[in-house]
C-alpha cells in the first residue's frame, strides 16, 4: 500500500498492518490487543496504544507532574529532576529499547506515561508517610503508587469516569515498580506481561539512578569519588556513559529473546550503586531529607484533618461518588487518600498553611 496515497480513514489500518509486517513476533501488536473494560468504536487514524498514550498525556494527572517531588524537594535551582522530567527520561530510554528490539513503541510510551501518575506529593517519603497515616484508620491497608497509578486512568480522571484504557497499558503501569529489589529479583514484585512493559520496568531502574546520582552531585550530598568505584569502573563516570553502557548490556542480553533483561557485570554494578544510593541518598539525614520529615508530618496532619471533616475534600466529581450518610471509616479513607495522593507539593503546602496557620484577623470587620 502507497503511504501516499492513503486516506485518512486508512491511516490506522496501515499503521496496523506496518506493525504486523515489521515489529519482533514477541512484540504486542496493537491490532490484537485484549481491548478495553468498555468497548469502543476504532480511532479511523491512531492504532489503540496512541489513543491510550494520547488520553495519558492530556490527563489533569499527568500535568501535575511537573510540581512533584522526585528526590529533592522543592528544588529552588531549576535544573534538578521533577516527577515529570524522571518520567520523560524513562520514556526516552525505553523506546530506545523497544525501538531496538522491534518492540511496540506507542505501547511502551504509553506505560511509560503512565507509571507514576499515582506518586503522592513528596516522593517516596510521601508515600511512605500516607501508607503510615491510612493505617491509623485502616489498620490493614497499603499505599502503593502503582495501584494508585492504576485507580487514577480507571476510576479518578474524567470526573470518576477513567480513561478506560487498553489491558496491555494497565498491565505495565501495575508491573513497573521494583522500589529497592535488585534488577532480576521477582519475588514478591509483580512483572508485566509484556516485553514493551518489562522495558519501561528496566529503563525506570537506568532512568533514576543515573539522574539521581546528577542531581545528588549538584545538591552536594555527594561526589562522584564518593561513589562505588568498580561500579564506575564497570558502567562508566558520566551520566551518559553509564546510561550508555546499561541499555548496551541490555540489548545485547535481549536481542532475539522472548525476555528483556539485563546480566553478567553491568547487572551486578547496576544493583550495587542501586544499594549505594537507597544508602546513603535517598534514607540519609541530609537537609532534604530533614525537609522531607516536614513533609511527611504535614500530609499526615493534612490527612488527619480529612478524615475528621471531609466537607473540607474537594468537589465530589474529582473524587468519586458523592458522600452518603453513614459513609464508612474505609470508604472515607479511600476519598481523602486519593485527594492527598493527587496533590502537588506545593499545593500541600498551600493547603497545610490554609488549614493550620492563622490569617490576619481585622476585629473591626
Request: one cysteine or more; hydrophobic letters at 40%.
Amino acid at each position: 500500500m502507497d503511504p501516499s496515497a492513503l486516506l485518512p480513514a486508512q491511516f490506522r489500518e496501515y499503521q496496523e498492518a506496518l506493525e504486523a509486517q515489521t515489529l519482533s513476533p514477541f512484540a504486542v501488536l496493537a491490532a490484537k490487543t485484549r481491548g478495553r473494560a468498555k468497548p469502543e468504536e476504532l480511532d479511523p487514524v491512531r492504532t489503540e496504544f496512541q489513543r491510550d498514550r494520547d488520553r495519558i498525556l492530556h490527563s489533569k494527572a499527568f500535568r501535575r507532574l511537573k510540581h512533584k517531588t522526585q528526590v529533592f524537594i522543592d528544588p529552588e535551582e531549576d535544573h534538578y529532576r521533577t516527577r515529570l522530567t524522571h518520567t520523560l527520561e524513562v520514556a526516552q530510554i525505553a523506546r530506545t529499547l523497544a525501538r531496538a528490539l522491534r518492540l511496540n513503541e506507542d505501547l511502551t510510551e504509553a506505560i511509560t506515561l503512565a507509571h507514576d501518575l499515582g506518586h503522592t506529593p513528596f516522593g517516596h517519603g510521601g508515600e511512605e508517610a500516607l501508607g503510615e497515616v491510612l493505617r491509623e484508620y485502616v489498620p490493614n491497608a497499603e499505599f502503593k503508587h502503582y495501584d494508585q497509578s492504576l485507580r487514577i486512568v480507571d476510576v479518578l480522571e474524567k470526573h470518576g469516569q477513567g480513561l478506560n484504557l487498553t489491558w496491555e497499558v494497565r498491565d505495565g503501569i501495575l508491573g513497573h515498580s521494583k522500589g529497592s529489589k535488585d534488577l532480576g529479583v521477582v519475588e514478591g514484585t509483580s512483572l508485566p506481561t509484556s516485553l514493551e512493559g518489562m522495558c519501561v520496568r528496566i529503563a525506570d531502574r537506568i532512568a533514576y539512578i543515573n539522574h539521581d546520582i546528577d542531581d545528588s552531585i549538584r545538591a552536594g550530598v555527594l561526589s562522584l569519588a564518593d561513589l562505588p568505584q568498580d561500579t564506575l569502573d564497570i558502567l562508566g563516570r558520566s551520566h551518559s556513559k553509564r546510561i550508555g553502557t546499561m541499555v548496551m548490556n541490555v540489548l545485547e542480553s535481549s536481542v532475539g529473546r522472548d525476555e528483556v533483561c539485563m546480566t553478567g557485570s553491568v547487572l551486578d554494578a547496576t544493583n550495587r550503586l542501586k544499594d549505594y544510593m537507597y544508602a546513603n541518598v535517598y534514607t540519609m539525614d541530609t537537609r532534604g531529607n530533614v525537609e522531607l520529615h516536614k513533609a511527611q508530618f504535614m500530609l499526615k496532619e493534612l490527612f488527619r484533618l480529612y478524615m475528621g471533616s471531609s466537607q473540607m475534600l474537594l468537589p465530589m466529581d474529582e473524587l468519586g461518588p458523592p458522600e452518603f450518610d453513614g459513609e464508612s471509616v474505609e470508604a472515607r479513607a479511600r476519598r481523602v487518600t486519593d485527594f492527598i495522593a493527587g496533590m502537588t507539593d506545593r499545593y500541600a503546602a498551600m493547603k497545610f498553611k490554609q488549614h493550620f496557620f492563622p490569617s490576619a484577623w481585622n476585629h473591626a470587620e
